[in-house]
């Protein structure tokens, strides 16, 4: 008789989840290797048919792309606080640090909505066409919707205007 899938999945949890949670500690900090190993059995999950039988190099590779994930979105991160910081006067590493800090800080006071304006056109990259797309709006609405993100983060910050998304394109 074949085990009913939650059995299957518990039998697989229960088998590797000591060896999944090895692979991700060598490879980054303990919170970030807790996530690594939750995201991973999720998709195991949900992908539980495509599982073979043989789970274990199935799941290190599903760590291993969630990782690289992982890894992708920090980046992105750092890139965004340089490009950010790059608008304030060149200053010492401290200084810089402090900066990274507040934009960090004042984005975290942000609403989701315009958090996320400003990291679709400033992380990501997109235009404002683009980005309003993602959101599901017209480019008008969005770029009023951007206006005002910049301006609550200005305001956020206590300095002056952010530049316009055609002068972070250009740089």
Partial sequence: MDPT?????EQMFTEHY????????????ADAAQDTVAETFLVAWRRLDDVPPDALPWLFGVARR?????RRSTARSAALEQRLAGTTAIGSHEDRADEAEAL???LGRLSESDREALMLVAWHGLSTARAARAVGCTRT???????RARRRL???LGRQPLPTAA???AS
Wanted: charged fraction near 25%; hydrophobic fraction near 45%.
């Fill in 167 to 169: 002068s972070v394109e």
């Fill in 154 to 156: 200005e305001a956020q």
């Fill in 5 to 9: 899938r939650t059995q299957r999945f």
């Fill in 104 to 106: 960090r800080a004042a």
């Fill in 66 to 70: 969630v990782l690289a994930n992982q």
């Fill in 18 to 29: 000591a060896a999944v949670r090895g692979y991700a500690l060598r490879r980054t900090s």
């Fill in 141 to 147: 609405a969005f770029g009023v919707r951007l206006h």
